[in-house]
DNA sequence: TTGTAAGCGTTATCAA
DNA sequence: TTGATAACGCTTACAA
């Protein structure tokens, strides 16, 4: 069933029909309503590669996501699906490892499908740097800032890492921890970890606490299992810890089982705040504090980005989501614990 | 660039470049190395619209995910994913709300993307009966039992839901307990969830152990503030409660935290089993006891199904996936309990 | 308001 | 082994 099908089916032409299935104007009320009622009948769709063939493009946005395992990007994806749903665009997902390099594949991609913009979930500046001078379609890459970068083609939607992670720490020491550990991400291949990584150091300083990050700063995946082993390694080698800081929840439930399973009790011997404020958060036992990205926020804020890009011509811009701590059971109050001992 | 500059810059014609791009035979190697060569230094890749509307079909496998919070689904298409990456086939993912039609859609988007083969991930028979008469695609349905269907070209890959249930109650039911909730999905929306409760309803019988539909089964939807929402109710009412069997673990999860908010404990005052056998519940607290559905085995088994119907014409198959019960902390042996408390 | 026809980038057939 | 060319289904000028 082709529109030439249609047209000889309605007496129409195929200029005709091809007008009306696009909603165009110079079309009668009644050729519109005989080739409607027929193309209903028949079930009839357009055939999306000749008509992306014929306009260079297609309605689909391209979402590149970096790590599969990353619980946060599957909250991004599932937002963004039901977001595009109703809308222009279609979307369609590719996963690729984290080791793999998101701007040549986003690359190769593009040029099969003709999407009209790209989303890029999770990604290292480097590989834009080297990669994304050729890349000629609007993106927002979101979880990293891309402001430095300066391609006048590539928004970022992000959470303040650096901030955000500072909060994390300043919280912790709040309540009275001075003796802190810290699980990331490797601070070569994440920039997400690094910033992360520079807010802490940051926050240790501004209150004059001591954080030797050779023996303290434990690289892990973003997994339960990579927080599991940085855990491990932090129990054993650092006895007189108090307080974690992992910089992802995931991390941070694997990091409490490893506590767990050595012995030490959550929080009573060691306080745990994780970062992405996933579900789960509230479901755990105890109740995980964590630092809350807005994955709404992120999620609608990307689309408007890109489609401001796409439809309007909109310049770059680059948006800070808004994190808020959420202070929960997970992390013991010293102060409050310490007084409550001397009487 | 399209393989006419290809043509014109090697000064062969665009026959003999697609020749090279498609990696057919009767073309020179001097041909072949000078083509490629160049068509690597422009990067060029072939522009697939105009490929699949010659060739009237993509490479493209057409995967429809039904439940967009469903945890157990972003794990399969994980692996579906890097189990496609290398090949053939590019997997191209659609998710949907679990109140939409999920026949209707795959239909719809099939007419749009031409894929070779659909796999469906949740979906209900009901809607297979009404709508997939007329999609003539391979296609596999997993975690629904297609085998009463009839389909010619529906596989299905599925863990034995009915049996899986039995085994869960009857765990319950060894470990002594005897008053026992079941939470789960509306028996008239999800197949699975009517397996499984028939799977309980049998080991019920089965051991002499009555069991009150209308007060012990509690249905929700299938996330942590489903699972919340059934226990507090069934805490409510059924204040004799010393288990809970969940047709899911993110609903266990909730459950859990429902049990404890209401100052119940885990497993001291509830007992809980799951299903699924996410990485969570070995890192939950308690850990979390569970029926593991072979994630790796079904995503390998239904692109096997596929690829079989696909490229070598092979008819319907309809393939038990192996569950295991992983007994675990969140579940308390009442009769060694029992035996403790009279010593 | 409608019809006609060119052309999008590719594959595949047939002739050379 | 290579080249020329029709065809895939659609959109869009342009003509009627």
Redesign the interface.
Known sequence: MTIKDLAARSGYAVGTVSRVLNNQPNVSEKARRTILAIARAE?F??????K??KQQR?NSLLAVVRG??NQLF?DL??HL??LT?GGDYRL??D???EGENEVRRA??LA????PQGILFLGGSSENFRDCFG?VALPSVLVTNYGGELGFPNLSSVTTDDRAAAAAAIGYLIAQGHRQIGVIGGSLENSDTSSLRYAGCVEAFQRAGVPFDPARRYQVARYS?AGG?AAMTRLLESERELTAVFAMSDTMA??A??AA?DAGRS?PGDISLVGFDGL??C????PRLATVIQRTTFMAETRLRLLDDMIRRGAGARHVLAPYELAPNGSVLDLGKKNEEDRL
């Open positions: 079930g769709e357009l055939n999306s590669n000749a992306n063939l297609s599969v395992y599957a994806v599932e699906q039901s749903a369609v997902v996963y690729i490892d690359r190769q040029r099969e499908l003709k050729d339960y599991y439930i694997g409490a089982r767990r959550i579900p789960i509230g479901y755990y036992q």
